[in-house]
């Protein structure tokens, strides 16, 4: 198994998820989790735009609240957005009332800023069976490469050989703009966009 790869039994277990983008061709689908935050957003955002590409953030209300001025700067820029609850909740900790009224007050933040979004990520990827029903409004989207960018035992070359092992044509790769991932983040980043760029690949946004 590859270890930055999304294992094909969850894909098989949770098929109406979105895992990947199939028929894209030689594109690949940028996400990063838990933003906005000064600190490293708009890095993310900086970098993004050397390249001249778009991508999408799932963004946690709460940050959204305390960082408006960074999430205005992302929508401003192009970039794709989804609901990512209010606090960061954990789908298989959390009552499902509780969480159901998290995501709601997730989009009431971005309502703030008149927008609305159907894209919608659960933390740590956990979700129960009927969370899933509920939200049956909205495109719950997984991903097929995992950078873990925010694991800290793992060196950034180790994690780029991965991640490069592991895209494929149509893939959803998730990063994470918040700090525990910021050391790996910002030498991966740069290099994964360039290695594929090189390769013919273009980037887009969900
Ligand atoms: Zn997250």
Redesign the pocket.
């Known amino acids: 198994m590859v270890p930055h790869k999304t294992p094909s039994l969850f894909k098989y277990i949770w098929p109406s998820l979105v895992w990947n983008v199939p028929n894209a061709g030689k594109k690949i689908f940028l996400t990063f989790?838990?933003g906005p935050i000064p600190e490293l957003t708009e890095w993310v955002l900086e970098t993004l735009a050397q390249f001249n590409i778009k991508a999408t953030f799932?963004c946690?209300g709460e940050n959204v609240d305390k960082h408006p001025e960074v999430f205005d700067k992302l929508l401003l820029e192009g970039h794709s957005i989804g609901n990512?609850t209010h606090h960061?909740l954990n789908g298989r900790k959390a009552l499902t009332q509780n969480y159901l009224d998290n995501v709601a007050l997730c989009d009431e933040a971005l309502a703030k800023h008149n927008e609305t979004t159907e894209l919608f990520?659960p933390?740590?990827g956990r979700l129960k069976t009927r969370q899933r029903k509920l939200l049956k409004n909205r495109k719950v989207v997984m991903w097929d490469v995992l950078s873990k960018d925010y694991d800290q035992s793992l060196s950034p070359e180790i994690i780029l050989d991965g991640i490069i092992k592991a895209t494929q044509p149509g893939s959803i790769v998730v990063f994470?703009d918040?700090l525990k991932a910021e050391k790996n983040l910002k030498v991966v980043l740069p290099k994964y966009i360039q290695h594929f760029l090189n390769q013919g690949y273009q980037f887009g946004r969900l």
């Open positions: 989790d838990d799932f946690v990512h960061h990520r933390p740590y994470h918040n």
